[in-house]
T-cell receptor, first 114, second 112 residues
Framework: NAGVTQTPKFQVLKTGQSMTLQCAQD?????MSWYRQDPGMGLRLIHY???????DQGEVPNGYNVSRSTTEDFPLRLLSAAPSQTSVYFC?????????????FGQGTRLTVV | QQPVQSPQAVILREGEDAVINCSSS?????VHWYRQKHGEAPVFLMI?????EQKGHEKISASFNEKKQQSSLYLTASQLSYSGTYFC?????????????FGKGTKLSVIP
């Protein structure tokens, strides 16, 4: 079992560029989510999904888009990168609604916007 | 809204005990605890559910006071491997709410 796989592991973008962070899980989990982690701020929820075709905003959704066309994949799109989006991004997946089950995290994507 | 964790940081000697607290301004359905080592992904410790059910493993325990909307993580007889940052996550506050929201973390350092 691969679990939750994120690609790429590292990325440098120029301001204004767009890109997609990939996340895939092979555990048939319904719930998937994206967090960003900044020093001293903990993990902040960007977007989440409770199943294919269903997505919703978290605490810090501005500047990010998501879609969930399959159970396995939950890509995060940066529309026009800004230095404030420099962060470590984690994707996670859980069974059911995610509220009463363990979350499995990917290894993270370290993004730098210059 | 992020739950509030305290303390922000703690240093222990091997064998000492520690308590990490987590409080929320919203009614909670569940409280999750995770540990993250430097440069790695967060790893699940346990979940406490409204109504008293607890799911978890390892020699670490926790409590969940639903009325006070608080949870505490108890680490007893600490080991070097306990070092890391501990996060509480609160879930399901409100009907139809599926946001798992984490606090800012508590950095625990265990020294020989």
């Amino acid at each position: 079992n691969a679990g939750v796989t994120q690609t790429p592991k590292f990325q440098v973008l120029k301001t204004g560029q767009s890109m997609t962070l990939q996340c895939a899980q092979d555990m048939n989990h319904e719930y998937m989510s994206w967090y960003r982690q900044d020093p001293g701020m903990g993990l902040r929820l960007i977007h989440y999904s409770v199943g294919a075709g269903i997505t919703d905003q978290g605490e810090v959704p501005n500047g990010y888009n998501v879609s969930r066309s399959t159970t396995e994949d939950f890509p995060l799109r940066l529309l026009s990168a800004a230095p404030s989006q420099t962060s470590v991004y984690f994707c996670a997946s859980s069974k059911g609604t995610g509220m009463n089950t363990e979350a499995f995290f990917g290894q993270g994507t370290r993004l730098t916007v210059v | 809204q992020q739950p509030v964790q305290s303390p922000q940081a703690v240093i222990l000697r091997e064998g000492e005990d520690a308590v990490i607290n987590c409080s929320s301004s919203k009614a909670l359905y569940s409280v999750h605890w995770y540990r993250q080592k430097h440069g790695e992904a967060p790893v699940f410790l346990m979940i406490l559910l409204k109504g008293g059910e607890q799911k978890g493993h390892e020699k670490i325990s926790a409590s969940f006071n639903e009325k006070k909307q608080q949870s505490s993580l108890y680490l007893t007889a600490s080991q070097l491997s306990y070092s890391g940052t501990y996060f509480c996550g609160t879930g399901g506050s409100g009907a139809g709410s599926y946001q798992l929201t984490f606090g800012k973390g508590t950095k625990l350092s265990v020294i020989p």
